[in-house]
């Protein structure tokens, strides 16, 4: 059976990885303690592949984190989400590494930043760094950790990538680690790959956690029997490392049939357009359903990066000779501790039956086909390729306009489901007052709470877009933010401390710009969006001199808040 792999393209981006983390890079360690990592490289997120490894910080900010190999600051980035405050420095040969969620930066790269954060009048701002401006030797300190961006709890995200953006898994340049444990395995989903593909449940089946030790796995049935000739395979599985007590991401998975490889997945690259590809590799619907992440042991059509290979069948099971065949599914972390599970699988039409789904009303999507479907006075577009496999989309439209809402809502497709390219929701709003249409946004409903995304005008049409389907309708926002003063101010005793935090909410569109002002200059404020706190540190001389504070803010609809203060510093 042939065994299709990207040979060329795998050997030119993955055989300097092997060269530099063989030979030719030692790297020095990001911090001065051990590496307990909390996240792994490709680690399942909700919306993407991670790009690194999340190195324990043992709770803390302020750890100082260090150059791990000689090179320049090629980029410098402060967001209020993301990576927060991260420096990007450039190596030999255009390998360039990546320091997330600092604290704060070095002083002169810090001045440097906040010149130009002055200059441009912004606290978000993405600096290309020319070379020469900030040599950094290996092991010299660039920052001290923290927790700023989108981080949920102190620590230092860490990543390598070669000259193309290609991320690389960290641990194949022998960072040291512990590890001594084996992957996990939990259940296998089996899917029937007949004609009833599109209208039929995944079957769940456990693994005998009596029968299995210690990296050798078996389901609670021996041998599975299935009532379809043409199946597929799943698995949860995970692993594990010392120092860590969370659940792992697998570095490579396979499967074999009878002897013969069907699949494999080994997570040593990609690309960040592949990452979002998530959404294939991991099924959504029992996801949604059982909170686990059940990994695909066979190819899609559009939902394939370049660490997953397939025979000519795509992994599909063929069991229409009626015998039984041998699987099994073999897991690994990259220090090579393995474990395995082994079942059997045959058809008979007898067999256990899959359960089968009436769908109400819906639209069929392909891989390589746009998408266009118009109901009433809403249009649904995506292009071709935002769709990784052939999907059957739900939809219903509303009669009874919702109050605070001022259109019916359209459901579109599952709250979990997503799409490869942002898809367009517009609706035709011809009698919407003039007065009234800057004020107008799009919603898509979580948890049944509405959550403003991306829209525009055209005409009478308001377009929105974005990659989750689910219920979307349009409201009004005419209120402004709320601005809470979180720090205790005087005009007549001294302010205590160096920094005034500010506490901002937006009841829909969200918070789109802010200004803040000291003495009618403007200052950097920071803004932490996790928190929803924005935050000076007082960079004027302590003189127990009054200063005039002025915070203003806005939201993607233009309504406006702002809050004037005095203080003693």
């Known amino acids: 059976m042939l065994y299709i792999r990207k040979t060329l393209f795998f050997f030119i981006i993955c055989f300097p990885v092997w060269l530099f983390g063989q030979n030719s890079m030692e790297f020095a360690s990001p911090l001065k303690i051990p590496i307990h990592l909390a996240g792994v490289f490709g680690e399942c997120r909700p919306t993407h592949f991670h790009a690194g490894m999340d190195i324990r910080t043992n709770q803390v900010s302020g750890l100082p984190v260090l150059a791990i190999s000689d090179g320049y600051i090629s980029r410098i980035k402060i967001s209020a989400t993301g990576y927060g405050k991260a420096i990007y420095i450039t190596h030999a040969d255009s390998m360039v590494s990546v320091y997330g969620h600092l604290s704060s930066l070095q002083s002169d790269v810090s001045d440097f930043v906040k010149s130009k954060q002055e200059e441009a009048q912004v606290f978000e701002i993405d600096l290309q760094v020319p070379e020469g401006l900030f040599p950094v030797k290996k092991g010299s300190e660039i920052g001290l950790s923290g927790n700023s961006g989108s981080s949920g709890g102190p620590h230092l995200h860490f990543e390598v990538r070669d000259k193309h953006e290609n991320i690389i898994n960290p641990l194949l340049f022998n960072f040291k680690t512990i590890d001594t444990k084996s992957p996990v395995f939990t259940s296998i989903a089996v899917y029937d790959q007949s004609i009833n593909r599109f209208n039929s449940v995944p079957r769940i089946i456990q693994v005998d956690s009596k029968s299995s030790t210690v990296s050798k796995y078996k389901l609670i049935s021996d041998t599975v029997v299935v009532n379809s000739p043409l199946v597929s395979i799943a698995v949860s599985a995970f692993d594990q490392m010392e120092n860590s007590t969370g659940q792992l991401a697998l570095y490579k ?317």
Not at 307 to 315: F, M, Q, R, V, Y
Not at 476 to 481: A, K, N
């Open 253 to 569: 998975l396979s499967m074999q049939l009878d002897n013969k490889k069907q699949f494999e997945f080994v997570m040593d690259t990609f690309s960040f357009e592949e990452s979002k590809k998530v959404f294939a590799y991991i099924d959504q619907y029992l996801l949604d359903k059982y909170s686990k992440k059940y990994q695909r042991c066979y190819c899609i059509p559009d939902g394939n990066i370049q660490t997953i290979s397939c025979n000519e069948s795509k992994g599909i099971i063929d069991l229409s000779d009626n015998k039984v065949h041998s699987v099994v599914i073999s897991a690994e972390d990259i220090h090579k501790n393995n474990g395995e599970l082994r079942f059997y699988i045959q058809y008979k039409t007898g067999g256990t039956g899959f359960e089968r789904v009436i769908l109400p009303s819906k639209i069929s999507a392909y891989p390589n086909s746009p998408l266009r479907f118009s109901f009433g006075n809403i249009q649904i577009d995506a292009e071709s390729g935002s769709f990784y496999d052939t999907t059957n989309i739900i939809y219903k439209r509303e009669t009874v306009i919702q109050k605070g809402y001022i259109t019916p809502s359209l459901f579109f497709g599952r709250s979990y489901e997503r799409t490869l390219k942002p898809f367009s929701v517009s609706f035709r709003l011809n009698n919407l007052p003039t007065s009234q249409k800057e004020k107008v946004v799009c919603v898509r409903k979580s948890n049944g709470v509405p959550v403003a995304f991306q829209s525009q005008w055209k005409d009478s049409v308001l377009t929105c877009s974005g990659y989750e389907m689910g219920e979307f309708s349009v409201m009004i926002d005419t209120m402004p933010p709320k601005i809470v003063v979180l720090t205790a101010l005087s005009t007549k005793e001294n302010m205590k401390g160096s920094r005034i935090s500010f506490k901002v909410t937006d009841n829909l569109s969200g918070l789109a710009k802010y200004n803040g002002f000291i003495d009618g200059q403007w200052k950097v404020f920071e803004h932490d969006a996790k928190t929803g706190t924005i935050f000076y540190n007082l960079d004027i001389p302590k003189e127990q001199k009054l200063h005039d504070l002025v915070l203003k803010v806005e939201d993607f609809r233009q309504n406006k808040s702002e809050v004037r203060l005095t203080f003693k510093y």
